[in-house]
Every structure is written in structure tokens, then in C-alpha cells.
T-cell receptor, first 114, second 113 residues
Framework: EAGVVQSPRYKIIEKKQPVAFWCNPI?????LYWYLQNLGQGPELLIR????????DSQLPKDRFSAERLKGVDSTLKIQPAELGDSAVYLC????????????FGPGTRLTVT | GNSVTQMEGPVTLSEEAFLTINCTYT??????LFWYVQYPGEGLQLLLK?????DKGSNKGFEATYRKETTSFHLEKGSVQVSDSAVYFC????????????FGTGTQLKVEL
């Protein structure tokens, strides 16, 4: 069974440019998460989807970040415009759903903003 | 709010040494507790979990016991191997494993021959 797929694995952009990250969850997983992991820190939740609905986006900086999960399968996280402080690893995770299922993480996208 | 504190790394051990990585937490309600491991270049993997007080989670020789009285979930292994070298994250969730996870800062473990 394929795991959570993320692309690209690495991205280098100049500040003020837009950037997008893509995530394909494990087949059949209804819940999808985007986490931000700064260097030397643990991941922090940005947004959680149950199928197509964003049920927790309280930590998403909505002035520059947006996310979508059309059709309740894969998801895209966008930053526009990027700032130097956005340099981090963006992790996607998925789970079967509900409150008692393990979260499976992808390898992450490492973003460097110059 | 919820928070997790774990010991700073890196922790460097010789192969076959005993490992302890300390983790304490602050949470409202009764959290579930987790240890995740991140090998170089890979995503986080669930190592073990415990969902109520006095539960012991175990996997691959690693163990951790949910101690409500000391709000702790320390990770232990009796004999580490070079292949255990990774970053270990303690985490909690107040809604089971499917809801928001609150992570500690991670502890890097290096095991040498």
C-alpha cells in the first residue's frame, strides 16, 4: 500500500513569490492534515480536513496561506506571497477518520525562501 | 492549553546501552499520548501509544508508560542499536489519535558502535 505522497520534496523560491505544495493521502483516508515544522521544532497543525470540509483551520495564517481539498482526496496548500519566515518543512498526514485512528505522515516538502 | 516538554538532544549512546528520553505534558482533560520517530529523509512514524493512565505502549523494544500522577510518558529501550538513530517526538491528543496532535520539540538520538 502506498503511503502519503507529497510533492515537491524540495522548493527554493524568492520572497514575495507564490508557492504550492501537493499531497495525496493514503487511499480511503477521509481525514487529511497539513502541519508546519520549523527547524528544531515539532510539527504544528495548520489545517485539518474531514473529506472536503476544513474542520480546524484556526492555526492557518489566512492572509497569505490557503488550502483546498477538492473531491475530498488530494489537497493543495498555497502561500502567496512567501516570506523569509515561511522557510520550513510542510508535512501532510492522513488518517481513516474519527478520533481513534493513527495519523500517517508523508516525507514533507522542505521550503527555502531567499 | 496543551503542551509537551521533552529532553533536549542530541543524545549520544553506544550500541547496547540503555535509553531514556524524558517527556512530560500539560493538558486539559485526559489526553492520549504518543511517541513518533523520524528517520533521516522520511516522514514521522508512530512508534507507540497509550490512551489511558497506567497503560504501557510498546513496539520494537521501546516502551513508555502513561503516568498521570507525574504527567509523564518517558521512552525507554533496554539495548539500543545503530539503526535506532533518529529523532523522537513525544505528542499528545485530547481527541484520540485522529485529532490535533501537539508535539514536543523532538530529541535526536545518535547510536555509535
Amino acid at each position: 500500500e502506498a503511503g502519503v505522497v507529497q510533492s515537491p520534496r524540495y522548493k527554493i523560491i524568492e520572497k514575495k513569490q507564490p508557492v504550492a505544495f501537493w499531497c495525496n493521502p493514503i487511499s480511503g483516508h477521509n481525514t487529511l492534515y497539513w502541519y508546519l515544522q520549523n527547524l528544531g521544532q515539532g510539527p504544528e497543525l495548520l489545517i485539518r480536513y474531514e473529506n472536503e470540509e476544513a474542520v480546524d483551520d484556526s492555526q492557518l495564517p489566512k492572509d497569505r496561506f490557503s488550502a483546498e481539498r477538492l473531491k475530498g482526496v488530494d489537497s493543495t496548500l498555497k502561500i502567496q506571497p512567501a516570506e523569509l519566515g515561511d522557510s520550513a518543512v510542510y508535512l501532510c498526514a492522513s488518517s481513516l477518520g474519527g478520533s481513534s485512528y493513527e495519523q500517517y505522515f508523508g516525507p514533507g516538502t522542505r521550503l527555502t525562501v531567499t | 492549553g496543551n503542551s509537551v516538554t521533552q529532553m533536549e538532544g542530541p543524545v549520544t549512546l553506544s550500541e547496547e546501552a540503555f535509553l531514556t528520553i524524558n517527556c512530560t505534558y500539560t493538558a486539559t482533560g485526559y489526553p492520549s499520548l504518543f511517541w513518533y520517530v523520524q528517520y533521516p529523509g522520511e516522514g514521522l512514524q508512530l512508534l507507540l501509544k497509550a490512551t489511558k493512565a497506567d497503560d504501557k505502549g510498546s513496539n520494537k523494544g521501546f516502551e513508555a508508560t502513561y503516568r498521570k500522577e507525574t504527567t509523564s510518558f518517558h521512552l525507554e529501550k533496554g539495548s539500543v542499536q545503530v539503526s535506532d538513530s533518529a529523532v523522537y517526538f513525544c505528542a499528545l491528543s485530547t481527541g484520540g489519535g485522529g485529532n490535533k496532535l501537539t508535539f514536543g520539540t523532538g530529541t535526536q538520538l545518535k547510536v555509535e558502535l
